[in-house]
């Protein structure tokens, strides 16, 4: 099992930055990847960011150049640092653990809102 717990969302004005936070516990040692996944109100989840074990990332075209992730393998974390915030990045953002075994975990969500 592995545990996933985000921080970080909140209310910003178009243009500002936010960095989520998503902390992993549990049998972490198994985990082949770690991202964000967004979702916005009657739409569909969609990928934002992903980050693998050997540290290879991908974003969606959306939010290439704006949106970075990072992680600390050392506290078990992984960041999303979010630049250049659009209305349209207004969403839940849903942290996401695979497992090698393809397992998938997620956390409780954290909204983010950008509006003037």
């Known amino acids: 099992q592995v545990q996933l717990v985000e921080s970080g969302g909140g209310l910003v004005q178009p243009g500002g930055s936010l960095r989520l936070s998503c902390a992993a516990s549990?049998?972490?040692?198994?985990?082949?990847?770690m991202g964000w996944y967004r979702q916005a109100p009657a739409k569909q989840r969609e990928l934002v960011a992903v980050i693998r074990s050997d540290a290879m990332t991908n974003y969606a075209d959306s939010v290439k150049g704006r949106f970075t992730i990072s992680r600390d393998n050392a506290k078990n974390t992984v960041y999303l640092q979010m630049n250049s915030l659009k209305p349209e990045d207004t969403a839940v953002y849903y942290c996401n653990a695979e497992k090698w075994s393809r397992e998938n975990y997620w956390g409780q969500g954290t909204q983010v809102t950008v509006s003037s």
């Open positions: 549990g049998s972490v040692v198994s985990i082949y990847s």
